[in-house]
């Protein structure tokens, strides 16, 4: 079996598990995905199932259906510019 190449550098790609942060609206989802990534760029490449669940969890983000989620935090945005 041949290993697979990176179409952005060349270099090897391997199955990994991988942390997606996905937005949707306001909401943020962390999932633990399956992913190809490429060892010399890092460049990440999901499969066409992977990348529909990825957007149906946005979507679902989005519409604030979330019964199904855990949460586990809050969120803030630091108004200020810090310079």
Do not use: W
């Not at 943020?28 to 957007?55: D, P, Q």
Request: with cysteine.
């Amino acid at each position: 079996m041949l290993t697979p190449i990176c179409p952005l550098c060349g270099g090897e790609v391997v199955e990994k598990d991988v942390e997606k942060i996905v937005k949707g609206g306001n909401d943020v989802a962390i999932l633990r995905v399956k992913a190809g990534v490429c060892e010399k760029c890092g460049e990440r490449f999901y499969t066409k199932e992977v990348h529909k669940k990825i957007e149906e969890i946005r979507s679902e983000l989005k519409q604030r259906t979330t019964e199904l989620y855990k949460p586990i935090g809050r969120t803030y945005v630091y108004e200020s510019v810090i310079e």
